[in-house]
């Protein structure tokens, strides 16, 4: 039978099969030092595929190689014996496998299950470094490379222990163990009421009283909160004694209310701005400690390790230049040993300036609030901090009524988490249209094109083109209909849903298809950090907080200050799950919205605006990251599809086609609804369509007859279901967000707890002690 693998193939992949692994291996690092930190600041799937791919292509291709290097071998010493010192420069190559296997310090996790396998990781570095030394064995005692090969096998080492520690501290169990305090039994109750016995026993008047035990920390008053605008320095201070007071959010801990009372004073003395700085670097702190080497690196051992691991590098780099003799070396396995150490020595300095450049180390530079007098590196070092401060740029809305707002825009490179909203809409995916965004921002390449067109005066040229491509697509539509190739189209399409159904990737295909990314504004923000703030001063007590943080629109209700019966509305909060509710919300959000358009004014335009961006942020969490709202969503996926086969049906027998959603809005408006569905269809089906028609028209009439701002009422309805999600979300959940680019309701739940919002604040405030009181 002959080989289908062609000879010549096989000759040249016994030859570079080493090379070209261990070259593979060393790339993947390059990447994963350089992409891993993008996934933080991005959401987008490519990025997130590419960095998933090369996490696990790292280890195979480093283990793979090892492998094929102690195969190879024996093979060697024994069968080509001229071939001995270049088989000494192979194994020299094993420990560098090692290094790779340690990984960069950017990412040592890609999903928080990943730190769960540390023991895994410990017997991986025992087997990898028997196979290394496997492998250096078969080559003495004539190694030449003896000294570099174990240099390079102790930073290797050192490496691989690294990552394996930071697994370690970074699972769950380990996690909340570190946070945990000294067991506290309280009193002797035994001894004290011993005696209190005998003291009775004596007939001596005795008592016990509590006496309250002054606090080891002075309890900060509201005078000590720092006023005033934070500079970088101090958003990171302040963001890192916040983040070592509220980590154990993440393991569902609890916290005393001296911790809740200073949190939320100093919230409260912030603006929205400098808040959500804050937190943002807060959220960066968690995200290092879950998925990076941080935690290990940033310690007096970790320093100390890392400079040996260094010196090891460059000491054998040292020995091996200068004084191991290369002539009896393949020229190729020389330079690409060379690559190997510019790889090894690059990958560390990079490592090293991250380092010295991270939130981790300005956090170390204590500099008190009145102290103007830092030292030039903390000064050099602050002017750094400038790069990453958030980025706003002004942009207008596309409405009727043209509103500045100020989007979020800090660089990809420097941004800690990706400044976007997602949204799905219920009436755009039933019509099949593509999404859109309330602003369309223009990147500064697209406006430095535009000011070159407007300058050379080629903008007539451009409209010519744009009017021949329009008669193009018109022409393209008239043969696609003569010619009978739409249908072929649409069967085309129907096929293809059914294979992507077929293999389980319909929903990561709609996430591509339909989800809207829309930017983050900054009055979007401030509207929500006030709406909160004002809920905090009345939660000074854990039974105010949990009631507050557990309302999902009616505190708002009852909280409206008006006269007005607001009855029908609370229903539609309080009489229903909160899934029904938030799709019933949501379809009568998309109703008003388009019905409107003719009505809109600046005064309303903001608060229509913050209802449908979390309108569909909503729907966009409960039907796509349906993890985020397991806690609350109940048979919300089920309500969804119902809905939108009911909306389907309707829109195909309106003939309505994708960007018609205003007309499709219209028409559902337009049914009669004197009856409610309930009434018509029985309770089988779990669409509400019409019933969110309904609301949306008790909405209309509150606002005609009663002269109440229904915009008003719902921007501030979805900001309480929002927190209430945001409250109700797994904490391990929001742990794993923050890799993948973070959510605006991940920033909700960390503030909530800054200001005294939740169920985690079960400590009463202060300490006592009993004391044996003898006499009156």
Same mark, same amino acid.
């Given at each position: 039978?002959?080989?289908?693998?062609?000879?010549?193939?096989?000759?040249?992949?016994?030859?570079?099969?080493?090379?070209?692994?261990?070259?593979?291996?060393?790339?993947?690092?390059?990447?994963?030092?350089?992409?891993?930190?993008?996934?933080?600041?991005?959401?987008?799937?490519?990025?997130?595929?590419?960095?998933?791919?090369?996490?696990?292509?790292?280890?195979?291709?480093?283990?793979?190689?090892?492998?094929?290097?102690?195969?190879?071998?024996?093979?060697?010493?024994?069968? #080509?014996?001229?071939?001995?010192?270049?088989?000494?420069?192979?194994?020299?190559?094993?420990?560098?496998?090692?290094?790779?296997?340690?990984?960069?310090?950017?990412?040592?996790?890609?999903?928080?299950?990943?730190?769960?396998?540390?023991?895994?990781?410990?017997?991986?570095?025992?087997?990898?470094?028997?196979?290394?030394? *496997?492998?250096?064995?078969?080559?003495?005692?004539?190694?030449?490379?003896?000294?570099?090969?174990?240099?390079?096998?102790?930073?290797?080492?050192?490496?691989?222990?690294?990552?394996?520690?930071?697994?370690?501290?970074?699972?769950?169990?380990?996690?909340?163990?570190?946070?945990?305090?000294?067991?506290?039994?309280?009193?002797?109750?035994?001894?004290?009421?011993?005696?209190?016995?005998?003291?009775?026993?004596?007939?001596?008047?005795?008592?016990?009283?509590?006496?309250?035990?002054?606090?080891?920390?002075?309890?900060?008053?509201?005078?000590?909160?720092?006023?005033?605008?934070?500079?970088?320095?101090?958003?990171? =201070? %302040?963001?890192?004694? *916040?983040? =070592?007071?509220?980590?154990?959010?993440?393991?569902?801990?609890?916290?005393?209310?001296?911790?809740?009372?200073?949190?939320?004073?100093?919230?409260?003395?912030?603006?929205?701005?400098?808040?959500?700085?804050?937190?943002?670097?807060?959220?960066?702190?968690?995200?290092?400690?879950?998925?990076?080497?941080?935690?290990?690196?940033?310690?007096?051992?970790?320093?100390?390790?890392?400079?040996?691991?260094?010196?090891?590098?460059?000491?054998?780099?040292?020995?091996?230049?200068?004084?191991?003799?290369?002539?009896?070396?393949?020229? %190729?396995?020389?330079?690409?040993?060379?690559?190997?150490?510019?790889?090894?020595?690059?990958?560390?300095?990079?490592?090293?300036?991250?380092?010295?450049?991270?939130?981790?180390? &300005?956090?170390?530079?204590?500099?008190?609030?009145?102290?103007?007098?830092?030292? $030039?590196?903390?000064?050099?070092?602050?002017?750094?901090?400038?790069?990453?401060?958030?980025?706003?740029?002004?942009?207008?809305?596309?409405?009727?009524?043209?509103?500045?707002?100020?989007?979020?825009?800090?660089?990809?490179?420097?941004?800690?988490?990706?400044?976007?909203?997602?949204?799905?809409?219920?009436?755009?995916?039933?019509?099949?249209?593509?999404?859109?965004?309330?602003?369309?921002?223009?990147? $500064?390449?697209?406006?430095?094109?535009?000011?070159?067109?407007? &300058?050379?005066?080629?903008?007539?040229?451009?409209?010519?083109?744009?009017?021949?491509?329009?008669?193009?697509?018109?022409?393209?539509?008239?043969?696609?209909?003569?010619?009978?190739?739409?249908?072929?189209?649409?069967?085309?399409?129907?096929?293809?849903?059914?294979?992507?159904?077929?293999?389980?990737?319909?929903? &990561?295909?709609? +996430?591509?298809?339909?989800?809207?990314? +829309?930017?983050?504004?900054?009055?979007?923000?401030?509207?929500?950090?006030?709406?909160?703030?004002?809920?905090?001063?009345?939660?000074?007590?854990?039974?105010? /907080?949990?009631?507050?943080?557990? /309302?999902?629109?009616?505190?708002?209700?009852?909280?409206?200050?008006?006269?007005?019966?607001?009855?029908?509305?609370?229903?539609?909060?309080?009489?229903?799950?909160?899934?029904?509710?938030?799709?019933?919300?949501?379809?009568?959000?998309?109703?008003?919205?388009? $019905?409107?358009?003719?009505?809109?004014?600046?005064?309303?335009? =903001?608060?229509?605006? &913050?209802?449908?961006?979390?309108?569909?942020?909503?729907?966009?969490?409960?039907?796509?990251?349906?993890?985020?709202?397991?806690?609350?969503?109940?048979?919300?996926?089920?309500?969804?599809?119902?809905?939108? @086969?009911?909306?389907?049906?309707?829109?195909?027998?309106?003939?309505?086609?994708?960007?018609?959603?205003?007309?499709?809005?219209?028409?559902?408006?337009?049914?009669?609804?004197?009856?409610?569905?309930?009434?018509?269809?029985?309770?089988?089906?779990?669409?509400?369509?019409?019933? @969110?028609?309904?609301?949306?028209? +008790?909405?209309?009439?509150?606002?005609?007859?009663?002269?109440?701002?229904?915009?008003?009422?719902?921007?501030?309805?979805?900001?309480?279901?929002?927190?209430?999600?945001?409250?109700?979300?797994?904490?391990?959940? #929001?742990?794993?967000?923050?890799?993948?680019?973070?959510?605006?309701?991940?920033?909700?739940?960390?503030?909530?707890?800054?200001?005294?919002?939740?169920?985690?604040?079960?400590?009463?405030?202060?300490?006592?002690?009993?004391?044996?009181?003898?006499?009156?």
């Amino acid at each position: 039978m002959t080989n289908p693998i062609p000879e010549n193939w096989k000759k040249l992949w016994d030859k570079w099969n080493i090379r070209g692994v261990i070259l593979f291996s060393l790339s993947l690092q390059t990447l994963l030092i350089l992409m891993a930190p993008l996934r933080k600041g991005t959401a987008n799937k490519l990025i997130i595929l590419l960095i998933w791919s090369a996490y696990l292509l790292a280890d195979w291709a480093a283990n793979f190689a090892v492998g094929l290097i102690s195969n190879s071998q024996g093979d060697r010493l024994r069968d #080509h014996d001229h071939l001995r010192e270049n088989s000494d420069l192979l194994a020299f190559w094993a420990p560098f496998l090692l290094l790779h296997l340690g990984g960069p310090d950017t990412i040592t996790a890609f999903a928080l299950e990943d730190n769960e396998l540390w023991l895994r990781h410990l017997l991986g570095l025992i087997f990898q470094a028997v196979a290394a030394v *496997y492998v250096f064995l078969q080559s003495l005692p004539k190694n030449s490379l003896a000294i570099p090969t174990g240099l390079m096998f102790l930073a290797g080492i050192i490496k691989y222990l690294e990552r394996t520690r930071a697994l370690y501290l970074a699972s769950l169990d380990r996690f909340r163990d570190s946070m945990l305090k000294q067991p506290d039994p309280g009193p002797n109750y035994a001894k004290l009421m011993e005696e209190y016995a005998s003291k009775r026993e004596a007939k001596l008047p005795t008592q016990i009283i509590m006496i309250p035990e002054p606090d080891k920390e002075s309890k900060p008053t509201k005078s000590d909160v720092f006023k005033g605008k934070l500079n970088d320095l101090q958003v990171i =201070n %302040y963001a890192f004694v *916040y983040f =070592n007071i509220f980590k154990g959010l993440l393991v569902d801990l609890i916290f005393s209310f001296r911790e809740r009372n200073e949190s939320r004073d100093f919230f409260h003395s912030r603006t929205p701005e400098d808040a959500f700085r804050v937190i943002e670097v807060e959220l960066n702190f968690i995200y290092q400690v879950l998925y990076t080497k941080v935690e290990v690196v940033h310690s007096m051992a970790g320093y100390v390790f890392r400079f040996i691991a260094f010196g090891s590098i460059v000491s054998a780099l040292s020995i091996f230049h200068f004084h191991v003799n290369k002539t009896g070396f393949d020229k %190729y396995d020389v330079r690409i040993t060379y690559v190997l150490f510019l790889g090894a020595v690059g990958l560390d300095t990079i490592a090293l300036f991250m380092l010295i450049f991270s939130d981790r180390t &300005f956090a170390a530079l204590k500099v008190k609030n009145n102290d103007s007098k830092r030292s $030039c590196i903390t000064s050099l070092l602050s002017w750094f901090l400038i790069l990453k401060r958030p980025v706003w740029i002004e942009c207008h809305t596309h409405h009727p009524v043209e509103i500045k707002h100020q989007l979020l825009a800090t660089p990809l490179l420097v941004r800690r988490w990706s400044g976007y909203v997602s949204g799905h809409n219920l009436v755009r995916y039933c019509l099949k249209g593509r999404p859109t965004s309330v602003h369309q921002v223009k990147g $500064c390449f697209r406006l430095a094109i535009k000011r070159i067109i407007c &300058f050379l005066y080629i903008d007539l040229f451009i409209r010519v083109i744009d009017r021949f491509i329009q008669t193009i697509d018109i022409a393209i539509e008239r043969i696609i209909h003569v010619f009978c190739i739409d249908e072929v189209f649409h069967v085309l399409c129907y096929v293809m849903n059914k294979l992507i159904d077929c293999v389980g990737l319909t929903d &990561f295909v709609d +996430e591509i298809r339909y989800a809207s990314r +829309e930017p983050f504004t900054k009055e979007l923000w401030e509207f929500i950090f006030e709406e909160l703030k004002r809920k905090s001063q009345f939660a000074d007590d854990p039974e105010a /907080a949990k009631r507050i943080s557990s /309302a999902k629109g009616d505190w708002v209700l009852q909280d409206y200050g008006s006269k007005t019966d607001l009855s029908k509305l609370m229903s539609y909060v309080s009489d229903v799950t909160y899934d029904e509710s938030l799709l019933l919300w949501h379809i009568a959000t998309e109703l008003l919205y388009h $019905c409107d358009d003719d009505k809109i004014n600046e005064k309303n335009d =903001n608060d229509r605006e &913050f209802s449908k961006v979390l309108s569909d942020y909503m729907l966009y969490l409960l039907v796509m990251q349906p993890t985020m709202m397991s806690a609350v969503a109940g048979i919300g996926k089920i309500r969804f599809r119902d809905t939108c @086969a009911e909306a389907e049906r309707f829109f195909t027998r309106k003939k309505l086609k994708a960007k018609e959603e205003k007309k499709a809005c219209e028409h559902i408006m337009s049914v009669n609804t004197d009856v409610k569905p309930v009434a018509v269809k029985g309770d089988r089906s779990k669409s509400v369509l019409f019933d @969110a028609s309904m609301l949306a028209k +008790e909405l209309q009439r509150l606002e005609e007859e009663e002269k109440e701002d229904k915009w008003k009422l719902m921007s501030r309805i979805w900001v309480e279901m929002l927190s209430f999600s945001a409250s109700h979300c797994r904490a391990r959940t #929001h742990a794993q967000q923050v890799s993948k680019g973070g959510e605006l309701i991940t920033f909700v739940w960390l503030l909530m707890a800054h200001f005294g919002l939740g169920e985690q604040f079960q400590i009463n405030e202060g300490h006592a002690r009993a004391k044996l009181i003898v006499g009156k």
